[in-house]
């Protein structure tokens, strides 16, 4: 069945950087739109950085431009978020979603991987 599973997260410290990965099977499902969002404890889910598969073209929240970077590997049918200059602010449960195109509205994204627990620490 079609799901997507994520690798890595973990703790770090500030200003140190990780590197999460979204793969999505089988094969033809990496074809939808990739997103990335993260939840906080005591607060709502948000968007933090998308993609699409057609054109490689990326949208990025505010907080995260210039220290996040979502690339995509369609060998792999993977696309993998490199995080550097964490902050503490940063920590949450980020998931990858799927959607059928780039848009921030969690709304739009049909699928859902289970989350990885990023922690960073001060």
């Known amino acids: 069945q079609a799901h997507l599973v994520e690798h890595g997260g973990g703790l770090v410290q500030a200003g140190g950087s990780l590197q999460l990965a979204c793969a999505a099977s089988?094969?033809?499902?990496?074809?939808?739109?990739r997103g990335w969002f993260r939840q906080a404890p005591g607060k709502e889910r948000e968007f933090v950085v998308g993609?699409?598969?057609?054109?490689?073209?990326?949208y990025y929240t505010n907080s995260v431009k210039g220290r996040f970077t979502l690339s995509r590997d369609k060998a792999k049918n993977t696309v993998y978020l490199q995080m550097n200059s964490l902050k503490p602010e940063d920590t949450a449960v980020y998931y990858c979603?799927?959607?059928?195109?780039?848009?921030?509205?969690?709304?739009?994204?049909?699928?859902w991987g289970q989350g990885t627990q990023v922690t960073v620490s001060s």
């Open positions: 979603a799927a959607g059928s195109a780039l848009t921030s509205d969690l709304g739009k994204y049909s699928y």
């Open positions: 089988p094969p033809t499902f990496a074809s939808l739109a």
């Open positions: 993609i699409s598969w057609s054109n490689g073209s990326t």
